[in-house]
Structure formats: structure tokens, C-alpha cells
């Protein structure tokens, strides 16, 4: 963390280079996009992933979207899908996301996934925000720049008020033209369901599709149906391994995901107990324990302050029973 936020006002080739230079090293940057800021990061570098989450003093890991420059680095990363191929073509760049399976061989950090088999992906109708990640050279995740709790900034002031000394570039861009968050469709799945409605209309979404697309609602205890926030609908990924939290040591049959300095961890998320590190190693170690066909993990017990309230809520849902 910085003690210090530069402002660029003018979003010059200097400043862009700037921001793209801090990006390739692994910071944060916070940049204008047409609906929202973003605050960004390399979305392939886990330790820079995980300080997002930092900044944001968000206490839950919640996907994030991952922004690209161009279509065809966006089908690098994902599995083939005529559909996202007709969405990206009707409305890239500009304010619609599409949630998207993962390519096996993908380069994207896990952490940007939650662990999950998705990503959300889009590519922004703001020019200077493309030719940032072009330069940059890497997709990069970015949620809006504003502190957890807090309402979505739609301009560099917005920004530098909610997160303050946290980072240390914000790129101003001047007001933001849709003003509003992306619109998301999830179309992991056969049947194409709106997420969160945003800047494009969900009748512009059916015109492209010649079909009817239903939003993602459930009912609530009144009665009434309610969209609810798709970064609390997640099924959140659960390894297939049971999970035992605050372990001092592995029992029988156990492997031990180590926190700290702990003896005989078969992985450790950080052995300096730094957390911005555990949080970067968190996901990737919990898929590779399961790949390696771990019936049990025990979990060393993570300091509940800072990013380990993130990576403590994520293991108790891991560890909750299951049905
Ligand atoms: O306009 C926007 O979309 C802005 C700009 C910066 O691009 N970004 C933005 O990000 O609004 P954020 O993190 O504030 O909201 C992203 C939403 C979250 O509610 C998250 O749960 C959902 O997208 N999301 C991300 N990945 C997902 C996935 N794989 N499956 C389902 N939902 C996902
Ligand atoms: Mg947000």
C-alpha cells in the first residue's frame, strides 16, 4: 500500500503508460471505464488479485470481472460459446458482461473466479481503458473503485474519496458516460439468465438473441421476487475434499493447508503469515489439493483481521456441512 494517490487528470500516453507500467508490476490502479471506475490489476497475477480485495476492505471474495482489450484474448482464456461469440459481436466494446467458462489451460488467477468455473468478462467502449490494458499487456480484473459498502464512483473524485491513500494512480477520465455498472448475463449454462441489469437493455439482449431471456430472481419472505446480487447467489466453490478449520496439526487421513509457520503443511498459504499472500494462494491451493485427491484438509487458523476475514468467511463456507 501506498501513502500516497497520484491523480493523473489528463489521460495522456504518459499517464496510460504509467498505469500500465504499475499494472505489469503487480499494483493497483484505478481507471475510468463508460459505466464505472475500476479498480484494477493484472487479473493473471494472484498477489495482485488479492490486493484488490485488499484496497476494498471487501470482507467476502467475491468474483471479479475481467477486463480485455480485444475478443480474441477473451476466447484464449474461456471455452467456445456461440453465444458470448453474438453478444460480444452486437454489443463490444461497451457496458455488457458475460459470465463464461473457464478454458482448462486458462492463464486467469483463481482468485478473479472465486474458485469457480466461470469468469466474467468484458470489454470496455472506453477508449483510453483499452488502450491501458493493451498496453499493459495482460486482462486485468477490476471491480468498481470504491470501498466496500460504498456506492460505485463516476468520477476520479468519487474514487479518491472512497479509497483514499489505498492506491497509488487513479487515471481520471472525466465523468463516466453510462454512469451505471455492465449489464451481466450468465451464459455458462444452456439457457442465457440476466444477472444484473445495467447499461444495456435487456430488450436489446433479446433482439440479439431472437429470444426471450429471464432475469436471475428469487422469491423472498414476502412473498415478492427480488433480483438478488449475483455475488451472493453464487453456489461458491466448495473443494470436494471435507474441510477442518483451526487445526494445530493434521489428524489421520487429513492433509494440512498451513497458515504461518507450521510443520509437515502439505501446502502453506503464506509460511510468513502474510495475508494478502494467503489470499492470493487460497483458491489455487485448494483446487490443487483437490486434484491431487485430498479426502480431508486441515486448515490452520488465519488471523480474523484484514484480508484474512475474506479468506476465514471462504473457509467456513468450505467447511460447512454439506447436502
Ligand atoms: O460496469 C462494471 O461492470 C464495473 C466496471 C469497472 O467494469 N465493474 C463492476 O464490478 O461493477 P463489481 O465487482 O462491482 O461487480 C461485479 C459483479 C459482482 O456482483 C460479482 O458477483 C459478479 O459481477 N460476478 C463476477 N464474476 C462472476 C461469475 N463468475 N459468476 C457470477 N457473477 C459474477
Ligand atoms: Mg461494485
Redesign the pocket.
Do not use: F, K, M, Q
Given at each position: 500500500m501506498k501513502s500516497k494517490t497520484d491523480i493523473i487528470h489528463a489521460m495522456n500516453s504518459s499517464g496510460i503508460e504509467r498505469a500500465a507500467n504499475l499494472l505489469r508490476s503487480g499494483e493497483v490502479v484505478a481507471f475510468p471505464?463508460e459505466?464505472?471506475?475500476?479498480l484494477g490489476a493484472d487479473a493473471t497475477n494472484d498477489s495482485a488479485v488479492a490486493r484488490i480485495f485488499e484496497a476494498k476492505q471487501r470482507p467476502q471474495f467475491?468474483?471479479?470481472?475481467v477486463?480485455f482489450s480485444k475478443p480474441e484474448n477473451v476466447w484464449n482464456e474461456t471455452k467456445p460459446s456461440p453465444i458470448g461469440e453474438k453478444l460480444a459481436s452486437e454489443f463490444w466494446p461497451g457496458?455488457l458482461?458475460v459470465?463464461v467458462n473457464r478454458r482448462s489451460d486458462s492463464t486467469l488467477s483463481r482468485l478473479v473466479?472465486a474458485g469457480?468455473e466461470?469468469?466474467?468478462v468484458?470489454i470496455?467502449a472506453h477508449e483510453k481503458a483499452r488502450e491501458m490494458i493493451e498496453m499493459a499487456g495482460c486482462p486485468v480484473a477490476?471491480?468498481?473503485a470504491n470501498r466496500s459498502g460504498s456506492i460505485?464512483p463516476t468520477c476520479a473524485q468519487h474514487v479518491v474519496e472512497s479509497l483514499g491513500d489505498r492506491i497509488p494512480l487513479v487515471l481520471d477520465g472525466g465523468d463516466c458516460s453510462v454512469g451505471l455498472?455492465?449489464t451481466?448475463v450468465?451464459i455458462s449454462d444452456a439457457t442465457p439468465v440476466i444477472?444484473?441489469p445495467?447499461g444495456v437493455s435487456q430488450e436489446a439482449i433479446e433482439d440479439a438473441l431472437g429470444h426471450k431471456v429471464t432475469q436471475f430472481q428469487e422469491v423472498n419472505e414476502t412473498g415478492s421476487a427480488a433480483l438478488k446480487?449475483?455475488?451472493q447467489m453464487?453456489s461458491h466453490y466448495a473443494p470436494n475434499a471435507s474441510v477442518r478449520l483451526c487445526a494445530s496439526k493434521a489428524n489421520p487421513g487429513e492433509v494440512l493447508l498451513g497458515f504461518g509457520n507450521v510443520k509437515d503443511a502439505t501446502l502453506n498459504l503464506s509460511p510468513e503469515s502474510n495475508l494478502v499472500e494467503a489470499a492470493a494462494n487460497l483458491f489455487a491451493m485448494l483446487h490443487q489439493l483437490d486434484s491431487q485427491g485430498a479426502k480431508a484438509i486441515a486448515v490452520s487458523p488465519v488471523p480474523d483481521v484484514e484480508l484474512g476475514a475474506a479468506i476465514n468467511d471462504r473457509l467456513r463456507r468450505a467447511a460447512a456441512p454439506r447436502n
Open positions: 471505464t459505466t464505472v471506475y475500476g467475491n468474483p471479479l470481472i477486463h457496458p458482461t459470465v473466479s469457480l466461470t469468469v466474467a468484458r470496455p477490476a471491480p468498481s460505485s455498472e455492465s451481466i450468465d444477472l444484473r445495467g446480487a449475483p455475488g453464487l
